[in-house]
């Protein structure tokens, strides 16, 4: 390997034999950057090399470009895009609730096929550290306090095992479905040991890949790059839509080519809920043909806080609620559901030549950077530490989403809230996405599995607890719900991954039984289900 190549994760990066620091100034001042070395002359050596070889690899001019742009998207937030707007063409949507059983079946045969085959790959994207939980590691490591313990990634991982166990009883093949994790610069080496110390649970090794997603200088309103010490550029992740780019500068794609992989499902880490390399949802994108999927929830009530799926001029694009007006948000067609009801749940199908296409430089450059005014901590002329009360600059992203407008043959699949979408975002305490939240609506899913299996549950006292009422259910009146709702939360209800993946295979195991809760399913080491109950 040349000298002047490094290896950093799966990133390579090329490290200058000698600083020049002169070529150094004279790029920076051309950039209107040159207060970035201004405390050069006080630095170690050790933290000029360092320093050096940060600024070295940034493109100024490429991220002045992004400043600009971004500070004429901020003259335009408060534009409304309402006669923009078209609704989602009735041929590209399917729902879950609106479908048969038996092209339910076909759907899943047909991605069970494409997993059995090992051609899908699932991609987390987990860079956020968990700010708003109050921990500092990775929210994949969370724990919500279920019986078993269990985290976000381990939960993740048996299903994957799961699921490919399903695909092998499908297909008679066994088959394997890689894990690629996005990480950031602060979460990659805890993920790492994290999965390692854990021995990877139970996945291979080789199957669950690491990389990093890029960063991007925080600046200032007056176009100034902040620096967060005098030797290092206060920086912040590209966002989740930095997905692209972190692809073309890693291993990831090349790798994903060497396995064979022809579809993506791409996913956040923080639903609990979340059914990676989904049968279902892939033999539905693959049914449509479609090189670009988006799996959603329908939207509560019109004014709720959730991006959502239609088509601006023409193309696909998920626009935020603060984008349209209240009288289009309450807009409803003549069944009586909102007009504009496809609620993003960051939860995504990519064939592999879309992936490729979209990460291309050509492609990847057109993606337009969401702008967030920041609080952004920083070092003054003075070398004195700055906590700012205001925002005082800005920090741009990309949303993963943003390539729908790429793609031509889109799919969007609509799933039931309760069973696939409960995100953790805040602390126990906030009104939602909370540890307590994700913890209940997994017990209520996981108690109306064992339902429809045929089990039931009852109190101490053995009297029964009426079953829970489902969003399908026909004859669930407004009061029923509210009354189930309530009598669920008394109950405690986990069936491990590895014993079933949506549901299924619970009936020869709980039909017509009884069962005092908490109720905890999970299969020892030999395969064997073990169903505890009550005090036992």
Same mark, same amino acid.
């Given at each position: ?43 170690? /050596? ?18 002045? #470009? ?175 839509? #930095? ?118 430089? /050509?492609?990847? /450059? ?81 108690? /109306? ?27 669930? #009146? ?59």
């Amino acid at each position: 390997m040349p000298s002047n190549i490094s290896i950093e994760g799966s990133k390579i990066l090329r490290v200058p034999k000698t600083m020049d620091v002169e070529a150094l100034k004279q790029r920076l001042n051309g950039a209107g950057q040159g207060h970035l070395l201004q405390f050069w002359d006080s630095l170690s /050596s050790e933290e000029q090399t360092a320093f050096f070889n940060e600024l070295s690899h940034m493109n100024f001019e490429e991220i002045n #470009g992004f400043f600009e742009t971004a500070m004429q998207s901020l003259k335009h937030v408060a534009d409304k895009i309402d006669d923009l707007l078209e609704p989602l063409p009735a041929d590209v949507c399917g729902s879950v609730t609106r479908t048969d059983h038996q092209k339910q079946q076909e759907y899943t045969a047909t991605g069970l096929q494409a997993i059995g085959s090992s051609s899908v790959a699932v991609l987390l994207l987990a860079g956020g550290q968990g700010t708003r939980l109050g921990v500092g590691y990775p929210k994949g490591m969370y724990n919500v306090d279920l019986p078993s313990a269990k985290t976000l990634y381990q939960l993740q991982a048996e299903r994957i095992l799961k699921v490919q166990e399903n695909a092998k009883e499908h297909t008679g093949k066994s088959c394997e479905v890689p894990w690629y994790i996005m990480t950031s610069e602060h979460t990659k080496e805890p993920t790492r040991q994290f999965f390692a110390s854990h021995n990877y649970f139970g996945l291979k090794e080789s199957n669950v890949v690491l990389f990093e997603q890029n960063l991007l200088p925080c600046i200032g309103f007056d176009g100034k790059i902040f620096l967060a010490n005098p030797h290092k550029v206060a920086l912040a992740p590209d966002g989740n839509g #930095g997905l692209y780019r972190a692809l073309r500068s890693s291993i990831v794609l090349a790798d994903m080519e060497r396995r064979g992989i022809q579809y993506v499902h791409v996913y956040c880490v923080d639903n609990i809920l979340v059914k990676m390399a989904d049968p279902l949802f892939l033999g539905f994108c693959i049914n449509k043909g479609a090189n670009c999927g988006a799996k959603v929830v329908e939207k509560g009530f019109p004014t709720e806080a959730v991006g959502v799926v239609c088509k601006v001029e023409g193309k696909y694009q998920v626009v935020e609620y603060s984008e349209i007006t209240l009288p289009t948000a309450e807009k409803r067609n003549s069944d009586g559901r909102l007009t504009f009801n496809a609620g993003n749940i960051c939860n995504h199908f990519f064939t592999m030549d879309f992936l490729k296409m979209v990460s291309d430089p /050509s492609q990847e /450059s057109q993606l337009k950077h969401h702008v967030a005014k920041k609080k952004i901590p920083h070092v003054n002329a003075a070398g004195e530490q700055m906590k700012p009360n205001e925002p005082n600059g800005i920090k741009m992203e990309k949303f993963v989403f943003d390539v729908f407008h790429f793609t031509t043959t889109f799919a969007v699949w609509e799933v039931l809230r309760e069973e696939e979408f409960s995100p953790l975002k805040n602390a126990d305490g906030a009104a939602k996405d909370t540890p307590t939240t994700c913890r209940s609506d997994l017990y209520n899913l996981h108690r /109306s599995w064992l339902q429809r299996a045929g089990a039931t549950f009852t109190h101490n006292d053995g009297s029964p607890i009426p079953p829970i009422a489902s969003s399908n259910s026909s004859n669930a #009146g407004a009061g029923d719900s509210q009354r189930t709702c309530e009598e669920f939360n008394e109950i405690v209800c986990e069936v491990s991954p590895l014993v079933s993946y949506g549901g299924e295979g619970l009936d020869t195991i709980v039909h017509g039984k009884s069962f005092l809760p908490p109720v905890c399913m999970e299969r020892d080491g030999a395969g064997k289900v073990k169903v505890t109950n009550g005090t036992s």
